[in-house]
Each structure stands twice: as structure tokens, then as C-alpha cells.
T-cell receptor, first 110, second 117 residues
Framework: LAKTTQPISMDSYEGQEVNITCSHN???????ITWYQQFPSQGPRFIIQ???TKVTNEVASLFIPADRKSSTLSLPRVSLSDTAVYYC???????????FGTGTKLQVIP | GAVVSQHPSWVICKSGTSVKIECRSL??????MFWYRQFPKQSLMLMAT?????????EQGVEKDKFLINHASLTLSTLTVTSAHPEDSSFYIC?????????????FGSGTRLTVV
């Protein structure tokens, strides 16, 4: 199982773009990179998933370099409601068990 | 999209009693589900992998006789905390993956807040 490393916490002002980087040096060929958002007392919520290069959806972008040993979640123009913990997970999406790293606690400041 | 329903969302029980938590995949079949525990300000810790029709696989350090897991159907897994004690108070979360939607990661339940008094 590829281990992930993320910054423990980040602060950002409202309206700014936030980039959270995750390191996964031991990522396997079949592994995808998935990011989740968790609010207090709620289960994690899927944000975005990618394998390589760039993926964009309505809420975020995911940048993955060619070596895939890291990935960056980009949240455009954050608002106070984006204050949450963000987790990056690596796995092949099969029945492989998923273990969580520390996550990044994002605090959006007015 | 895939939905995982977890019930109850919170429960308070007396020390020494047992509590059952249900995890249901509402619109897909899940042969495998996962159970996590999360203490305040900490990350999710995987407790066990629940396999439909067979025994659960527990992570190291998790007492299988205390945390009973039953996965009797393709849409339901239950976690029973037996003889609960205050130190079992935590946030329990289940997850599953809809294999039909491919590569959409895992869907998590909304969690169950267990308080043992």
C-alpha cells in the first residue's frame, strides 16, 4: 500500500486558490489517486480522482506529474465552507483496503 | 451516484452493553465493506474489512471478539461493539465501493457517533 504524506494544516483567505500537495513515492502502476473532503462528524466525501496529468471537475483540479510520485489538489477561490480536512488516498480502487494518512486541515479565514 | 447509508448517526449506551451499527449500500452491491474508527482530531483508522458471506479481516490490534462484524448480504454489513466501555467512544465510519461505476473511489457512510457512559 502506497503511503501518503501531506502537510498537517494550511490556512487561506477567502477567495484565494489553495493548493494541497500529497507525496506518494511508492505509488504502484495500477494505483489511482483520490482526494476526499471531511467535515467534522461526517464521513469523507469524494472530491476528485486521477491517474496522470490533469483532471478537473466542478469543484477542484488535480495535477499529477509524469512520475506520479506526488499530486496536487487545487481548490479555486475557496470559501469559508471549504474549511475541512482533505485526504489524499492511493489505491487501485479494487477490494484493496484503503488506509488514511494524516490529512490536511484547511482553515479558510474571512 | 453510489450511496452508503449508516445507522444510527449517534448512539449513547451504558457501559457493559452492546451496540449495533448498520451500513447499507443503497443502490449498489458491495461484496466488501470497510469499517473505520476516528477519534477527535485524528485521522480515520481502518478497523476491519467486511466480506460478504465470510469472516471479516481485522487489522492488527483490533479485538475481533469485541468488534463483531457481520456481512450477511451484498448490501448490508453490521458492526457490533460488545460490552462497550467509555474508551470505545468514538466516531465509526463504514465505506464501500461500487464496482459498476469504476474508479469513483470509495463511498463513505455518514458515520456513527458512539458515546459510552
Amino acid at each position: 500500500l502506497a503511503k501518503t504524506t501531506q502537510p498537517i494544516s494550511m490556512d487561506s483567505y477567502e477567495g484565494q486558490e489553495v493548493n494541497i500537495t500529497c507525496s506518494h513515492n511508492n505509488i504502484a502502476t495500477n494505483d489511482y489517486i483520490t482526494w476526499y473532503q471531511q467535515f467534522p462528524s461526517q464521513g469523507p466525501r469524494f472530491i476528485i480522482q486521477g491517474y496522470k496529468t490533469k483532471v478537473t471537475n466542478e469543484v477542484a483540479s488535480l495535477f499529477i506529474p509524469a512520475d506520479r510520485k506526488s499530486s496536487t489538489l487545487s481548490l479555486p477561490r475557496v470559501s469559508l465552507s471549504d474549511t475541512a480536512v482533505y485526504y489524499c488516498l492511493v489505491g487501485d480502487g479494487g477490494y484493496q483496503k484503503v488506509t488514511f494518512g494524516t490529512g490536511t486541515k484547511l482553515q479558510v479565514i474571512p | 451516484g453510489a450511496v452508503v447509508s449508516q445507522h444510527p448517526s449517534w448512539v449513547i449506551c451504558k457501559s457493559g452493553t452492546s451496540v449495533k451499527i448498520e451500513c447499507r449500500s443503497l443502490d449498489f452491491q458491495a461484496t466488501t465493506m470497510f469499517w473505520y474508527r476516528q477519534f477527535p482530531k485524528q485521522s480515520l483508522m481502518l478497523m476491519a474489512t467486511s466480506n460478504e458471506g465470510s469472516k471479516a479481516t481485522y487489522e492488527q490490534g483490533v479485538e475481533k471478539d469485541k468488534f463483531l462484524i457481520n456481512h450477511a448480504s451484498l448490501t448490508l454489513s453490521t458492526l457490533t461493539v460488545t460490552s462497550a466501555h467509555p474508551e470505545d467512544s468514538s466516531f465509526y465510519i463504514c465505506s464501500a465501493r461500487d464496482r459498476q461505476t469504476a474508479n469513483y473511489g470509495y463511498t463513505f457512510g455518514s458515520g456513527t457517533r458512539l458515546t459510552v457512559v
